[in-house]
T-cell receptor, first 113, second 117 residues
Framework: DQQVKQNSPSLSVQEGRISILNCDYT??????FLWYKKYPAEGPTFLIS?????DKNEDGRFTVFLNKSAKHLSLHIVPSQPGDSAVYFC????????????FGTGTRLLVSP | DTEVTQTPKHLVMGMTNKKSLKCEQH?????MYWYKQKAKKPPELMFV???????INESVPSRFSPECPNSSLLNLHLHALQPEDSALYLC????????????????FGPGTRLLVL
């Protein structure tokens, strides 16, 4: 039972354009969401998070949007850079089980020059 | 400083060997985690330590034995592993603010790539 889903296994974008990565979840108890970036053979690097009391959080080129009614979140990267090429995981946790992060399956982003 | 370190980076072991993975953080975090990640899959939680006590064991086989000697260190002892245990083992930590908001960011180490022959 995949509670966090990233339906696009891969995404290709040109440098300078916007990258939009999507994530859907099914567990209505989730109230904290995170995005991690992962290079091969390395650990996930935290990018940005959002609490369910917000619908948007911005940090530099990265913005996360949360639509609670649709159980959907997205990560926007503007402008995209070749160094952004990596696998992006969304993850979710619930206040009652806050230590259990549930990860999506990941989206491989390729930003071409 | 959001650094979590793990040693060794790579480990090859036979099915009869005993080895240990080590993880260290100096961020003052009081929760530490072990995850396992297979190729092209998301990380899967194995164990959580909170204030040096085991708080979550995700039904992990006993051939994996975690240990938290102090608030900065986390070990994973390996014994009689199977080839299917070959994976990237990730350590993470988070603040674990008791009495605070129960939402936390976990910070990951680079992982130990384990190959069981």
């Amino acid at each position: 039972d995949q509670q966090v889903k990233q339906n696009s296994p891969s995404l290709s974008v040109q440098e300078g354009r916007i990258s939009i990565l999507n994530c859907d979840y099914t567990n209505s108890m989730f109230d904290y969401f995170l995005w991690y970036k992962k290079y091969p053979a390395e650990g996930p690097t935290f990018l940005i998070s959002i609490s369910s009391i917000k619908d948007k959080n911005e940090d530099g080129r990265f913005t996360v949007f949360l639509n609670k009614s649709a159980k959907h979140l997205s990560l926007h990267i503007v402008p995209s850079q070749p160094g952004d090429s990596a696998v992006y995981f969304c993850a979710a946790s619930a206040r009652t089980g806050f230590q259990k992060l549930v990860f999506g399956t990941g989206t491989r982003l390729l930003v071409s020059p | 400083d959001t650094e979590v370190t793990q040693t060794p980076k790579h480990l090859v072991m036979g099915m009869t060997n005993k080895k240990s993975l080590k993880c260290e953080q100096h961020m003052g975090h009081r929760a530490m985690y072990w995850y396992k990640q297979k190729a092209k899959k998301p990380p899967e939680l194995m164990f959580v330590y909170s204030y040096e006590k085991l708080s979550i064991n995700e039904s992990v086989p006993s051939r994996f034995s975690p240990e938290c000697p102090n608030s900065s260190l986390l070990n994973l002892h390996l014994h009689a592993l199977q080839p299917e245990d070959s994976a990237l083992y990730l350590c993470a930590s988070s603040q674990d603010l008791r009495g605070g908001p129960r939402v936390e960011t976990q910070y990951f180490g680079p992982g130990t790539r384990l190959l069981v022959l």
